[in-house]
């Protein structure tokens, strides 16, 4: 029979979310349990985040090299060092062992249980790992799984073999030569750090741009890149079908969504990366135990309880609702609803901090609500250029019924980006609500453009009028000196 155990919460999946969820709701006192199959830190720590910024970072770096005089000779013939930027991927994740994050689980006072957890009924669960546990949470149970990749049935691809994203980022050699089907921000990022580390590149697209969730100009910046670093960018293309020998894999090209053939009837490579999305991993929870429907992304309120499942006990976070895709924003929906967990379920039996009793009155930035989903979410593409943007496109915004101005600036007539490079690629756009004067979007693009992106962020988040920004003065010689040249172009 298999033991027991219970808890006040029980939080499923230990990646980056999970770890959130499980610290703060563990802070009024309530006993906390962390299930984890496979390593605790999840896809970012190991297979997503932090090792793909490794695998592209030393050919930004030596770009960024290339653009300064007095530096660029030096490091004119340089080519990245494959085994050692490797070697230090390897570091990074710590060789994926995560007895740092074990310890840091155990030091914050949560009970990790190891294994695949399954619910059987409301608040209940069964553990199976080396042994079966069934486990009961006293008060919530919140489901942070994550995602996993979408893969395409195109005939011969699963006989053939492919990589995932896990694949690429853990990859222990770099092949000759990379077939990447999908524009998306890993297909990018995955071309872009492999044509730095050797290979030979082709990204197949079924659209007719990269990033097609960014502004138009930001894809054509990304693949003028890749094609200039020798990329085969193929768009309005699809993969018909594949077939794997001793000379490698073979990928039969069509037309895509009506589009003009590609120039290629066949792509020959020695891996294929398959990057065409991703969906919430909810089909193994259990979800029929508590009518729900396995496979499909959980939806949930603001304060991240699930939607249609009675007595407000079961919450998720991250991928798996279907509102996030990065781990900076999962982590945020884990803030809020491991507050909101910690002050309903608060044990004795108050609310923490006017917590959630007060909540439906509160204010919309209330931190136990995770409004910033709506309209104020930040992306970063580690392309090259980077791509940085948060809030509304320009498309979001006028389909949502805004009456917007865009206002854009070329980066390179900048003084910052002057001294940056002397030949500084990029652009700076502000989407404006014109009967608000307010910014709800804006997108950066050009080396390093991430590190820009937080000031616009508390821009849209702070709802910040136009003319209280003309005050907010940036620094010369900076990049951000952009901000005072949209101003301008603004009126102001």
């Given amino acids: 029979m298999p033991s027991q155990q219970e808890f006040d919460v029980v939080v ?20 906390v349990a962390l299930v984890e199959h496979a390593l605790v830190g999840g896809e970012c720590s190991y297979w997503a985040c932090m090792p793909s910024k490794v695998l592209l970072r030393a050919g930004a770096v030596l770009a960024a090299a290339r653009g300064v005089p007095g530096a660029k000779d030096a490091v004119a013939d340089a080519t990245v060092d494959a085994a050692a930027v490797l070697a230090r991927r390897d570091e990074i994740v710590h060789h994926w062992d995560d007895s740092s994050q074990v310890s840091w689980v155990e030091s914050v006072g949560l009970t990790l249980l190891r294994g695949h957890a399954r619910l059987t009924g409301p608040r209940t669960l069964l553990v199976s790992g ?47 030569r990379l077939a990447v089907l999908g524009g998306g921000v890993v297909g990018v990022e995955m071309a872009r750090a492999y044509a730095d580390l050797g290979s030979e590149v082709t990204i197949v697209v079924r659209g007719g741009r990269l990033l097609g969730n960014a502004e138009p100009f930001a894809g054509e910046a990304v693949a003028d890149d890749l094609r200039a670093a020798g990329v085969r960018v193929l768009l309005h293309a699809e993969t018909t079908a594949v077939r794997r020998d001793d000379g490698g894999v073979h990928l039969e090209i069509g037309a895509a969504s009506g589009g003009p053939h590609p120039d290629a009837s066949v792509v020959h490579a020695s891996e294929v990366l398959v990057a065409t999305g991703r969906r919430p991993r909810t089909g193994q929870l259990g979800l029929e135990t508590v009518g729900l429907t396995p496979g499909e992304q959980l939806h949930v309120d603001d304060a991240l309880q699930v939607v249609g499942v009675d007595d407000g006990w079961l919450f998720a976070a991250g991928d798996v609702t279907g509102r996030t895709a990065t781990t900076h924003q999962g982590k945020y929906d884990a803030r809020v609803v491991g507050d909101v967990v910690a002050a309903r379920f608060h044990p004795d039996g108050a609310d923490a901090d006017g917590g959630p009793r007060a909540e439906r ?25 980077e791509v940085a943007w948060v809030g509304r496109t320009e498309a ?10 865009v ?23 502000l989407v404006v609500d014109q009967a608000r004067g307010v910014v709800v979007g804006a997108t950066f693009v050009g080396p390093d453009a991430a590190e820009m992106l937080h000031a616009a962020t508390i821009a849209v988040v702070g709802e910040v009028p136009l003319d209280r920004l003309w005050h907010a003065v940036p620094s010369y010689p900076t990049v951000s000196e952009v901000w005072l040249r949209l101003l301008e172009a603004a009126g102001l």
């Fill in 12 to 31: 499923v999946g230990g990646g980056a979310v999970g770890e959130n969820v499980a610290d703060r709701a563990s802070r009024t006192g309530l006993s």
């Fill in 361 to 385: 009155d509160a204010a919309p930035w209330t931190r136990y609500r995770a409004t910033a989903d709506v309209a104020a979410v930040p992306q970063v593409v580690f392309s090259r250029p």
């Fill in 407 to 429: 206002l854009r600036y070329d980066l390179a007539d900048v003084a910052g980006a002057s001294v940056a490079s002397a030949d500084y690629p990029g652009a700076a756009q």
């Fill in 396 to 405: 979001q915004a006028r389909r949502d019924g805004i009456d917007v101005r």
């Fill in 130 to 176: 080396e042994t079966e546990t069934e486990v009961r949470a006293r008060h919530a149970v919140v489901l942070a799984t994550g995602s996993e990749p979408v893969v395409p049935d195109v005939p011969g691809l699963a006989d053939a073999g492919f990589w995932t994203s896990r694949e690429a980022t853990a990859a222990r050699e770099v092949p000759a």
